[in-house]
């Protein structure tokens, strides 16, 4: 198999991004406001930011119990529109699950700064 027209991606910087005690999601200074189970369903994407986290660890995270797959969408959809201001997005990998990471309007900002 071919890797021609592969783009490679580097991390510009090491995220700052962790969960507090009180519900707020945190990027260096900047913070927003998560409800619990925005919190809950946060939690593993925070601890493993950058890497994928399947749908059932984000289900088994937000709910006690099997919620449907229509339940997660919504969380989903709920918990991008309430991160975006730290530039952050919930990134889908079809199949696997999703992953945390810094919008690509972050990492060209950031690379704006340093050259």
Do not use: C
Not at 15 to 36: K, M
Not at 108 to 115: F, L, Q, R, S
């Amino acid at each position: 198999m071919s890797n021609q027209g592969a783009v490679a991606f580097a991390r510009i910087s090491t995220p700052l991004v962790w969960l507090d005690e009180y519900g707020l999601l945190r990027d260096g200074s900047d913070w927003v406001a998560l409800s619990i189970r925005e919190w809950k369903l946060m939690t593993p994407l925070v601890e493993h930011f950058g890497a994928v986290v399947s749908y059932d660890a984000l289900a088994a995270a937000a709910w006690q119990g099997e919620p449907g797959q229509g339940s997660l969408n919504v969380l989903i959809r709920r918990t991008r529109r309430r991160i975006a201001p730290l530039q952050l997005m919930l990134f889908n990998v079809r199949g696997r699950g999703y992953m945390l990471d810094y919008t690509f309007t972050h990492a060209t900002n950031e690379a704006d700064v340093a050259g």
